[in-house]
Structure formats: structure tokens, C-alpha cells
């Protein structure tokens, strides 16, 4: 499975941006996607995570309510729509593939980033 995201870029607090993850290859084993990010000097954070089949989503608290991720079957593709953006959501974001049966995200796509600005 290869993944890539895109979408990242500027945008002002309170701002919206959607993100995309391209999914290709082999997803018939693909359990979950997930978006984590990655802000300057912190540690790498979990966002959200959607099952591949059932489309069922789990969000941080951090961003309940303000970020949706949703899936396009017909293209493979993940989608994270981001409203209401804050200074603190500016990072790194990557999508990544967790398989069945396996208990970690494993394959990891490109990065883009995002940044909100005050």
C-alpha cells in the first residue's frame, strides 16, 4: 500500500483546509487509515482514523468537532476536512495504514504541512 497526502498550506485562524490521502496498491488488507501530525519539537500525535470498509471515524479530543474525516470509495482516496483552525494545529500531517490484525500503523505516507496562522 502506498499513501499520499496533499492539501497542506496557509491558512488564518479560523480558517478551513481539507487534506487528502491517496491510497494505491494492495488495500484489500487495509483495516484502518489514520491521520497523525507532527508539530516543530513535539511529538508525532494521533488526529483521527477511519475504518477502511465500515467508514467508521474516531477523533482526538483536541479536534472533535472541528475536523471530519471521510472517504471516497470510488477513488480510494481519505479526505480530513479541517474547520475552525487554530495556531496549534499547525505541523506536519500524514495519513498512514494500519493492516488486520496488526496492532500498529505501519505504512506511512508523505507529509504536508499546514499552517495556521494568528
Known amino acids: 500500500v502506498q499513501l499520499q497526502a496533499s492539501g497542506g498550506g496557509l491558512v488564518p485562524a479560523g480558517g478551513s483546509l481539507r487534506l487528502s490521502c491517496a491510497a494505491s496498491?494492495?488495500?484489500?488488507?487495509?483495516?484502518?487509515i489514520g491521520w497523525f501530525r507532527q508539530a516543530p519539537g513535539e511529538e508525532r500525535e494521533f488526529v483521527s482514523q477511519?475504518?477502511?470498509?465500515?467508514?467508521?471515524?474516531t477523533y482526538a479530543d483536541s479536534v472533535k468537532g472541528r475536523f471530519t474525516m471521510s472517504k471516497d470509495n470510488g477513488k480510494d482516496t481519505l479526505y480530513l476536512q479541517m474547520n475552525s483552525l487554530k495556531p496549534e494545529d499547525t505541523a506536519v500531517y500524514s495519513c498512514a495504514a494500519r493492516f488486520f490484525g496488526r496492532d500498529d500503523y505501519e505504512r506511512w505516507g508523505k507529509g504536508t504541512l499546514v499552517t495556521v496562522s494568528s
Open positions: 496498491g494492495h488495500t484489500f488488507s487495509v483495516w484502518y
Open positions: 477511519i475504518t477502511w470498509r465500515g467508514g467508521r471515524t
